[in-house]
C-alpha cells in the first residue's frame, strides 16, 4: 500500500495556500491547519482521500464537481428472503439493512 502523503507536502507539491487547497478539496480549514501542525492525524478516509487527491488530482477534482450522483428511481424497502429488509430501485441495485 503507498504510504500517507503529509498534508502540508501534498499541498506544497500542488503549489496551493492553506485555503486554497482546504477550498478545492471541500476540507475544513480548521481541519487542515490541524495536520499540518501534527495536532490531530488524518483518520483512515481522510488518509484515503489524500492517496486519491496525490494519485490523480485532477480525477478528485472531475468527482468533486460533478457532485453526489442522484437518482430519479424511487427506491422502496422490502422483505428479503432471509427477513432481512432491502433497500432496492428499479435498476436492480440492492442494499441490504439487518433486521
Request: charged letters at 25%.
Amino acid at each position: 500500500m503507498r504510504p500517507v502523503p503529509r498534508a502540508k507536502t501534498l499541498r506544497h507539491a500542488l503549489a496551493l495556500t492553506q485555503d486554497e487547497f482546504a477550498t478545492r478539496f471541500q476540507i475544513p480549514i480548521g481541519t487542515l491547519r490541524d495536520w499540518e501542525q501534527g495536532r490531530v492525524e488524518p483518520d483512515q478516509a481522510a488518509q484515503a482521500y489524500l492517496r486519491a487527491i496525490a494519485g490523480d488530482v485532477a480525477a478528485v477534482q472531475r468527482a468533486l464537481e460533478a457532485g453526489p450522483r442522484r437518482s430519479s428511481e424511487p427506491h422502496t424497502l422490502s422483505k428479503g428472503r432471509h427477513g432481512d429488509q432491502r433497500i432496492a430501485n428499479q435498476s436492480s441495485r440492492e442494499a441490504w439493512l439487518p433486521a
